[in-house]
């Protein structure tokens, strides 16, 4: 198992990539954090880790909000005693061209995509100094690039790459790796209730002619989160089909 006894708190993950995310690492040995905002996607994974012999706590909490946050953390702490790992997945999208975006659409994305990464870094880096080792992924996304109608969710996006390396440039002495995955078209809810004739469109330009799966970006999760990327940090891996090749 690769990530045995490891304890791993992974933002958004009720549903989609976390969800994924959640089962992968549950599966190799991980004590997992479920935290999402509702209750009963909480609940739903929560509840087929346990039921499948593996360990998962449920945590619902809001990563705009500070102080959920440093309850979410004291909370592991007394179940678990520590935390060795920090998965940043939460986030939405309010797509609109910018000309008609409101305020509101951008203060929800930037607060939930970048602000919400940033205070969960924050709140877990204690823990982690203090052991002189951890391991932090922030989910950002192949948008970052930039979108039509996109200008939040991609500027939050990027902003995570720059929180990323500057995270990991700071913490590297302490034996942290700090690392972001951009997700490209991947097979979700979401992408399921895009039409079929604009589907096929967004698929052609993809080097790898399909769309990606969360098992395969949840695999590439566990990859920076196990001692095999133990020399790698302050990166962005694009797992996008080749979709982009920056």
Request: aromatic share 6%; hydrophobic share 40%; glycine share 10%.
């Amino acid at each position: 198992m690769r990530l045995k006894d490891k304890v791993a708190i992974i933002t958004g993950s009720g549903q989609g990539i976390g969800e994924s995310i959640a089962y992968r690492f549950a599966w190799e040995g991980s004590k997992v954090i479920i935290c999402d905002l509702k209750e009963d996607l909480v609940k739903k994974v929560e509840k087929k880790i346990n039921e499948q012999n593996g360990t998962a706590l449920g945590a619902v909490a809001d990563v705009t909000n500070a102080a959920d946050i440093k309850g979410l953390v004291e909370k592991v702490l007394h179940k678990f005693g520590t935390a060795d790992i920090l998965i940043n997945n939460a986030g939405i999208t309010r797509d609109v061209m910018s000309h008609k975006m409101n305020e509101d659409q951008w203060d929800m994305v930037i607060d939930i995509n970048l602000k919400g990464t940033f205070l969960c870094c924050q709140a877990v880096l204690p823990i982690l100094r203090d052991k002189n080792y951890g391991k932090i992924v922030n989910i950002s996304s192949a948008a970052r690039f930039g979108n039509p109608g996109q200008a939040n969710y991609a500027a939050s996006k990027e902003g995570i790459v720059g929180l990323t390396r500057s995270l990991a440039k700071e913490l590297g002495p302490k034996g942290i790796n700090v690392n972001a995955i951009a997700p490209g078209f991947i097979e979700t809810a979401m992408s399921k209730a895009v039409p079929p004739e604009i589907l096929n469109e967004k698929v052609k330009i993809i080097p790898m002619l399909r769309q990606g799966t969360v098992e395969e970006v949840a695999n590439v999760c566990l990859f920076l989160a196990s001692e095999e990327s133990s020399f790698i940090t302050g990166q962005v891996i694009h797992v996008d089909g080749g979709r982009y090749m920056p």
